[in-house]
Each structure stands twice: as structure tokens, then as C-alpha cells.
């Protein structure tokens, strides 16, 4: 069973910046495709960025393009989500997944494993 740990969210101001980190363990890390996801109070999850197993391919929602970044670590079994330029409408919880493919994926569906969020706010 995979189980993902999220941690680094808090409250920043517009303009400020964060990065997300998500432990991974129960699984082969490098086996893993990952994402990031966030869902707003009364929005629907929508994925943010999502990397694949060796890190090689990146893909961004246009709302985070140039702001956002996601990278791995596989010999920590993390990955990350550097987030600039923040924006109050990044506000959100924000989700870690995993998925043990080659090919990447962008909607919720594509996931087999959660963790549990981590809350970020942005403050105007």
C-alpha cells in the first residue's frame, strides 16, 4: 500500500512563495508517476503539475505556468511543488498522488494513490 504525506502548506501573502513536499512510502518511488492537485472550497480537484517517473517530463495547468514547479527526488522518495508569485486564487487544499504508470496523467481518475492535502492560503 503507498502512502503519501504532504507537508509545507501555510498561509502567505500574495506575491509570496511555498514549496510543497510529499513523502512517499510503500512503494517503489521510481515506479511511480506523481501529481499535484488542489481543490478550492465548492470547486472540483483539477490537477496543478504532475511529473513522470524519472522526472524527465513535466506538465503544468496554464493557471501555474512559470509560477509553479514541480520536481523529484527519487533517492528521497519526494516530490515537490515550488510555488511563486502566488495568487489568492491559489488558495486551496493541495493534493500529492501517485500512479504506477509510464504515461502521465492529468485527471483524478489516472491516480491510485492520496494523500491526505495540505491547506494553502494566500492572503491579498
Known amino acids: 500500500q503507498v502512502q503519501l504525506v504532504e507537508s509545507g502548506g501555510g498561509l502567505v501573502q500574495a506575491g509570496g512563495s511555498l514549496r510543497l513536499s510529499c513523502a512517499a512510502s510503500g512503494c517503489t518511488f521510481s515506479s511511480c508517476a506523481m501529481g499535484w492537485f488542489r481543490q478550492a472550497p465548492g470547486k472540483e480537484r483539477e490537477s496543478v503539475a504532475v511529473i513522470s517517473r524519472s522526472g524527465g517530463t513535466t506538465y503544468y495547468a496554464d493557471s501555474v505556468k512559470g509560477r509553479f514547479t514541480i520536481s523529484r527526488d527519487n533517492a528521497k522518495n519526494t516530490v515537490y511543488l515550488q510555488m511563486n508569485s502566488l495568487k489568492p486564487e491559489d488558495t486551496a487544499v493541495y493534493y500529492c498522488?501517485?500512479?504506477?504508470?509510464?504515461?502521465?496523467?492529468?485527471?483524478?481518475?489516472?491516480?491510485?494513490?492520496w494523500g491526505q492535502g495540505t491547506q494553502v492560503t494566500v492572503s491579498s
Open positions: 498522488a501517485a500512479r504506477r504508470a509510464v504515461m502521465l496523467a492529468t485527471t483524478t481518475a489516472g491516480y491510485e494513490y
